[in-house]
């Protein structure tokens, strides 16, 4: 068991561009989370899979948040058009279902627009 | 809504010195309280979960209580290696998300 693994680590991208980051939950693990989380604060829910199937999504979400997990494995996170108040850490998490509240979480990807 | 608080942001100790933290909540139908450290540059890392008002956790110098409105985390004895950010999170409602307060910083002195 590896655990979560997030890449990249750290991104710096200028305002309007895109970028993806990618989390590989634990392997046996069913459910994959997406956290946002800023400086002093906790954790901000944006999305979760079980599976393949996205079965919730942050209303504060905007447009420019896309997720996907196809076949139920690893996941994609993309923002398109970045704008300076993105920046953050982007925290993936992982679960099995009956145990979902125990999440393991990644260590992030650190989220830099300038 | 759904609303996590905790107390205090900050909290420094002397190794040894036992203190609590504080985290209370008002949500509709609460299903868990979870209690997670994080270490700086690093995700939360899962501690306790507890389920209904009486019941308490312990894991070494930590201990977890609920109440039908907050949850305290007990440190005894803190040694330096404790130092971290403590996260209470609730699961309540429909959702399986969890809602996050924004942590006590806890610095631990030798």
């Known amino acids: 068991d590896t655990g979560v693994s997030q890449n990249p680590r750290h991104k710096i991208t200028k305002r309007g561009q895109n970028v993806t980051f990618r989390c590989d939950p634990i392997s046996e693990h069913n459910r994959l989370y997406w956290y946002r989380q800023t400086l002093g604060q906790g954790p901000e829910f944006l999305t979760y899979?079980?599976?393949?199937?996205?079965?919730?999504k942050s209303r504060l979400l905007s447009d420019r948040f896309s997720a996907e997990r196809p076949k139920g494995s690893f996941s994609t996170l993309e923002i398109q058009r970045t704008e300076q108040g993105d920046s953050a850490m982007y925290l993936c998490?992982?679960?099995?279902?009956?145990?979902?509240?125990?999440?393991?979480f990644g260590s992030g990807t650190q989220l830099s627009v300038l | 809504e759904d609303q996590v608080t905790q107390s205090p942001e900050a909290l420094r100790l002397q190794e040894g010195e036992s203190s609590s933290l504080n985290c209370s909540y008002t949500v509709s139908g609460l299903r868990g309280l979870f209690w997670y450290r994080q270490d700086p540059g690093k995700g939360p890392e899962f501690l306790f979960t507890?389920?209904?008002a009486g019941e308490e956790k312990e894991k070494e110098r930590l201990k977890a209580t609920l109440t039908k409105k907050e949850s305290f985390l007990h440190i005894t004895a803190p040694k330096p290696e404790d130092s971290a950010t403590y996260l209470c999170a609730v699961q309540a409602g429909s959702t399986d998300k969890l809602i996050f307060g924004t942590g006590t910083r806890l610095q631990v002195f030798p």
């Open positions: 507890l389920y209904s």
């Open positions: 899979f079980q599976n393949e199937a996205q079965l919730e």
């Open positions: 998490a992982s679960s099995q279902t009956g145990a979902n509240e125990k999440l393991f």
